[in-house]
């Protein structure tokens, strides 16, 4: 992809900000940056030969089993072209089976790297190799804060919830269905999703993908943002696809898929799997079907335009076998997503998996526990884009406004985490304690002072002081405090500066295509 800077993204550029922290805590200025490059070692769990039986039960899978595809005969076409057998099943229905080793050839021109640009190009991404960016979660119905309980998502909340990112230094990436807006027609609500991200942040972001002509309109109004031609040379939006699990692909979906890769743009290959429903019980096998399912799915990206950006993903879920609920946080799906870490640097491909899950139906510690769980296995396993990042609760059924700002907080220090440990002269601080030698305080040398400010990544939200002093102030708990936070955020936040023209120009096109179909609820 290009490098070069869209003319109409240079209009959004701002400052950076304040050159040194403030009182206020959680500022961490030196942690700052639009996506984190790690310095840690990605955690291998599984031997070579291991990975090589998952790998060929995948194989195993796709060549004996197959993939079921349904009403998308181009993509039928493209699969049988490439040489996969393709059986009719019934009309608009085929199975199609690949021999071993054929997907992993069509994805070798799939990049191991890729830039996403933003409007604003000090907030572009890069996505794969040491690059990892984090996003909110996506896709909840509901939304909940600890004033109103839970209720259906709204475009207000959308729209909040948008600021809450943009105003967070700790994610990089706006998201895309952060929860759905539902009082906004089924048929018409992508537009205002899109155009909410355009408008109320400057970073990369996801487009629709719940049918081929919304693919559409959102890579439309890019073209209206970023230009015509810097569209077709880079990637400015990505669309999150989901497989049909067991082992189907539908032409929904499909559609979807061939829709951003005719444009060159990027798109996220996702099995939902819940074990002993949807997949085996068992971790290894989930992880070969996933693994199956996502080169099935990413393969028809570089059918339609070799080269399109492409992520391979992983959604692996518990499930209690008391009530058939799904289980999130768990820790068997944190050791696949430390395999599909593996198995994805054996594709040399960008991964997307895990985030920070919960089924607390409150931002409490039940929340947090899960979620440290499940977010750690993404980070120690390599992943490069880590949606649900921030504000998942309830089975990933509700967002959450105090969850949100305690996940953003969380990853604030996994940038510090990430960061890992630098061994130098310095850092060493022999100095430190030869400047007044035994028994002496350290808090006035040389070296504290030089370091005070950048040693300790520094929480916005967690209260260190004695009992006495917290109880003296209201005794207010981590909830409570996320509460009054979110609140603070939104009163003071403000909208990146947009070029009054294309503004213009995209709520023109939102009304026009409003105007072109009646409402659809369904």
């Not at 003319?7 to 500022?27: C, H, I, L, V």
């Not at 089976?97 to 992993?104: A, K």
């Not at 296995?377 to 959450?400: E, K, R, T």
């Amino acid at each position: 992809m290009s490098e070069q800077t869209s003319p109409r993204t240079r209009r959004s550029r701002r400052a950076s900000g304040k050159a040194g922290r403030s009182a206020e805590p959680g500022q961490n200025l030196h942690l700052r940056v639009p996506f984190i490059s790690r310095r840690i070692p990605a955690y291998d769990l599984l031997s070579d030969e291991a990975l090589e039986r998952i790998e060929a039960t995948a194989d195993r899978i796709l060549a004996e089993i197959g993939i079921e595809l349904r009403d998308d005969a181009e993509a039928m076409r493209l699969y049988k072209q490439a040489g996969a057998q393709v059986t009719e099943l019934r009309a608009d229905a085929w199975n199609v089976r690949f021999e071993p080793g054929m997907l992993r050839e069509i994805l070798t021109t799939a990049p191991a790297r890729f830039t996403q640009h933003a409007r604003n190009p000090a907030n572009t991404v890069e996505i794969g190799g040491d690059a990892m960016v984090f996003a909110p979660a996506y896709g909840s119905p509901f939304v909940m804060d600890m004033d109103n309980g839970r209720r259906y998502g709204t475009l207000q909340d959308f729209q909040n919830l948008i600021k809450l990112g943009q105003s967070s230094p700790w994610l990089h990436h706006s998201g895309g269905t952060i929860c759905e807006p539902t009082d906004i027609a089924v048929n018409k609500r992508h537009l205002d999703m899109v155009y909410s991200h355009m408008r109320y942040s400057d970073r990369a972001f996801l487009g629709s993908i719940t049918a081929p002509e919304r693919a559409a309109d959102s890579i439309e109004m890019c073209r209206i943002l970023f230009g015509a031609e810097f569209v077709d040379q880079n990637c400015v939006i990505m669309g999150n696809f989901n497989t049909t699990s067991p082992l189907v692909l539908d032409g929904v979906t499909t559609g979807g898929i061939r829709t951003y890769a005719e444009a060159g743009q990027g798109s996220i290959h996702l099995p939902f799997l819940l074990g002993g429903a949807v997949s085996p019980l068992t971790m290894a096998g989930a992880v070969a079907q996933c693994l199956a399912e996502s080169m099935a799915s990413s393969a028809l990206t570089q059918l339609v335009r070799p080269g399109a950006p492409a992520i391979l993903a992983g959604f692996l879920s518990s499930m209690s076998l008391r009530s058939g609920s799904p289980t999130f946080g768990t820790p068997e799906p944190a050791l696949g997503s430390l395999v599909m870490g593996q198995l994805a640097r054996r594709l040399n491909m960008p991964l997307r998996c895990a985030g920070n899950f919960s089924t607390s139906k409150a931002p409490d510690g039940q929340a947090m526990q899960q979620a440290m769980m499940s977010m750690m296995s993404a980070v120690q396993g390599g992943a490069n884009y880590i949606l649900h990042s921030a504000g998942f609760v309830d089975g990933l059924l509700s967002m959450s406004y105090e969850k949100f700002v305690m996940d953003t907080d969380m990853c604030g220090a996994l940038h510090s985490y990430l960061a890992g440990i630098e061994v130098n002269e310095d850092t060493l601080g022999f100095e430190a304690l030869a400047q007044n030698g035994p028994g002496e305080h350290l808090f006035g040398t040389d070296h504290t002072l030089r370091h005070y400010e950048t040693a300790y990544w520094d929480s916005g939200l967690n209260d260190d002081q004695t009992h006495e002093t917290w109880s003296e102030q209201g005794s207010a708990d981590y909830a409570q405090r996320a509460n009054q936070r979110w609140k603070d955020i939104l009163n003071t936040y403000e909208a990146p500066p947009m070029d009054d023209a294309t503004d213009e120009a995209l709520r023109d096109f939102i009304d026009r295509k409003k105007a072109s179909m009646p409402d659809a609820w369904y």
